[in-house]
Nanobody, 128 residues
Framework: QVQLVESGGGLKQAGGSLRLSCAASGRTFSSYAVGWFRQAPGKEREFVAAISWSGGNTHYADSVKGRFTISRDNAKNTVYLQMNSLKPEDTAVYYC?????????????????????WGQGTQVTVSS
């Protein structure tokens, strides 16, 4: 069992930066792939970024590529999402999720149904 807690959300002006954290409980977290998803009001949840269990593989949605960076520190059981050059369209609730499998296929890690554990979400609001 893994429990995930997101933090670091808040209100920023366009062009600003935020770093989200996803802290996990559970000794086996280092063997899980982790993804970040977001959901804006009235929209479906969408994939943002994912990182493999070792941190050696990452994948990003086109909308955030070059602006967001996902990383992890397995010693701290934490995954980060550094968000730079924020835009108003980045406004959403951001969720981290953990996937039990150690396999890595980009077409799989983009799919929310492939994840086994979810955090409660953290709000990110970007003003213009």
């Amino acid at each position: 069992q893994v429990q995930l807690v997101e933090s670091g959300g808040g209100l920023k002006q366009a062009g600003g930066s935020l770093r989200l954290s996803c802290a996990a409980s559970g000794r086996t977290f280092s063997s899980y792939a982790v993804g970040w998803f977001r959901q804006a009001p009235g929209k479906e949840r969408e994939f943002v970024a994912a990182i493999s269990w070792s941190g050696g593989n990452t994948h990003y949605a086109d909308s955030v590529k070059g602006r967001f960076t996902i990383s992890r520190d397995n010693a701290k059981n934490t995954v980060y999402l550094q968000m730079n050059s924020l835009k108003p369209e980045d406004t959403a609730v951001y969720y981290c999720a953990a996937r039990r499998s150690t396999s890595w296929y980009v077409e799989v890690v983009e799919v929310s149904d492939e994840y086994d554990y979810w955090g409660q979400g953290t709000q990110v609001t970007v003003s213009s």
